[in-house]
């Protein structure tokens, strides 16, 4: 049941890229960081928002710690995840163990199987994901649309460039065993939107799936749709941007590249409201991004409607492997 009283959260990956929206969407919905853990020390930004928090760089005596607020009466409510993405299941497990509930980035977890042996051990549906797209007012109104059109099959031309320099690659984020890959890391919102609103696969070909960007073609049971991701910058068509995040629906253009980052105060009151998205609602786009990870290239030689403009673009250098056409070489 929701709750109007303070709750108490800890986490986990403070010095993480996405970790400040949630520090602030903790604070916004005047609630408590009690501790927070990260390898790295580099986490001024709880002084912004928690700096009466406890922190740790060892994750033994973070634990150690909970374990002894428990026991002193001090229960941990939520417990947040923001650390990279190979860990979730094994940090949301941990979160079941101390009797706290889960809020997690994306992706949940990189594997179905993963989410599926969370779900058994999550008997009370207490882990929730982080699906902000779902909460766009652009996209709301979209799938509101969709619902009250008579069956109609709609043409879908998705892109999302996010440009990345070179960190991005000596990070965990560039390894793929680690990160599940472009389309999970930076994909894995648009698959859960798309499925969200059109409904289940009915076929899946992927044309391009390359260290900087991947695309293909999904016939959904109410759209088609051709899309592209990628984190190289020099893919984005107005070149003082670095972000591009545009659908293309029937012709019609819908660009939602502003509002995409104010959404995870939404999914906090949403979650703490008793609304939030369990693993269950979050599976379908593990499954897909799983399946474009694995599938066999089709060939964008061959002449077809159905192959994304972009797959085409020539393919670049992985800036620390040689091979660009393997970038696991």
Not at 220 to 232: D, G, M, P, Q, Y
Not at 250 to 274: K, V, W
Request: glycine share 6%; net charge neutral; proline share 4%.
């Amino acid at each position: 049941m929701p709750s109007n009283s303070k709750q108490n959260f800890a986490l986990i990956g403070t010095a993480g890229y996405i970790a400040p929206r949630h520090l602030a969407a903790i604070h916004e919905t005047n609630n408590t960081l009690v501790a927070a853990y990260d390898p790295s020390d580099s986490v001024g930004i709880l002084d912004r928002y928690f700096p009466k928090a406890s922190f740790f760089t060892e994750f033994e005596r973070f634990d150690r710690h909970l374990d002894k607020l428990k026991r002193q009466g001090t229960n941990i409510d939520y417990l947040t995840i923001c650390s990279p993405n190979y860990l979730h299941d094994a940090h949301i497990r941990f979160g079941l163990r101390i009797g706290a509930k889960v809020i997690c980035e994306k992706p949940l977890v990189i594997n179905p199987w993963n989410a599926k042996a969370l779900m058994e051990q999550d008997e009370n549906e207490d882990v929730f994901t982080i699906l902000q797209l779902r909460h766009h007012p652009t996209i709301k109104a979209l799938k509101a649309k969709v619902e009250q059109s008579d069956d109609k099959i709609y043409d879908i031309d998705l892109t999302y460039i996010t440009a990345r320099g070179k960190w991005y690659y000596a990070s965990w984020k560039g390894d793929e065993s680690r990160s599940g890959g472009i389309a999970a890391n930076i994909g894995i919102h648009f698959f859960d939107m798309l499925l969200w609103i059109f409904g289940s696969v009915k076929e899946n070909q992927v044309h391009r799936y390359h260290h900087d960007s991947a695309a293909g073609y999904l016939e959904l049971e109410r759209a088609r749709v051709k899309w592209f991701l990628s984190i190289n910058g020099d893919h984005i068509d107005q070149k003082d941007r670095t972000v591009q995040r545009s659908i293309k629906i029937d012709s019609e253009e819908i660009d939602f590249t502003t509002g995409f980052t104010d959404l995870h105060l939404e999914s906090y009151r949403q979650i703490l409201a008793g609304k939030g998205y369990s693993i269950k609602e979050s599976l379908s786009a593990i499954e897909l991004v799983r399946q474009i990870r694995t599938a066999e290239l089709s060939d964008t030689n061959k002449k077809t409607t159905k192959t994304p403009p972009k797959a085409k673009l020539p393919l670049t250098k992985h800036p620390f492997k040689n091979n660009p056409q393997n970038p696991n070489s």
